[in-house]
């Protein structure tokens, strides 16, 4: 700090694209951060965490994918955007790999989207996960799915 100040603050927290010296566009509201589309680095979509096929949604075989290009170190919770426009097959989203597939009876997982059989079901669901480590797990068996970070909330 600077040579007279006593007294400091932290009040939140910007996020650059990756492997750029350039501000993503966000708005803060309080503890919560979104990213704008239209705005700075964030022009063409919001920034995409996985898509396509990886895993397992019955057995389940979860894949994990680092959140730290999305959401800083002091997020608490992370905002999501999942995509898709699917007849059959699924996504599963958790914050640990100890849930359930999309079948379960118990352990179901948060988040979970199945095909409707003949019509495209094509939805975006929002939803928040309370992150448990720098990692959320996914798995879709099909490759239309897309897994977006919309925003966070931060842990001031």
Avoid: C
């Amino acid at each position: 700090m600077p040579s007279g100040y006593t007294y400091k603050s932290r009040i939140g927290w910007v996020r650059t694209a990756p492997a750029l010296a350039q501000l993503m566009g966000t708005w803060q509201l309080g503890r919560r951060i979104q990213y704008v589309l239209g705005l700075a680095q964030t022009t063409t979509s919001l920034p995409v965490i996985a898509s396509g096929l990886s895993g397992n949604i019955a057995t389940p075989v979860w894949t994990a994918f680092s959140i730290l290009n999305f959401v800083p170190p002091t997020a608490s919770e992370i905002h999501l955007a999942v995509a898709t426009g699917i007849t059959t097959g699924g996504i599963i989203v958790a914050p640990n790999n100890n849930y359930g597939g999309n079948g379960a009876a118990v352990n179901m997982p948060p988040i979970m989207m199945n095909g409707g059989g003949t019509i495209a079901m094509n939805q975006t669901i929002l939803a928040t996960l309370l992150l448990e480590s720098t990692n959320i797990y996914y798995a879709t068996s099909t490759a239309l799915p897309v897994l977006q970070a919309m925003g966070w909330t931060d842990n001031l």
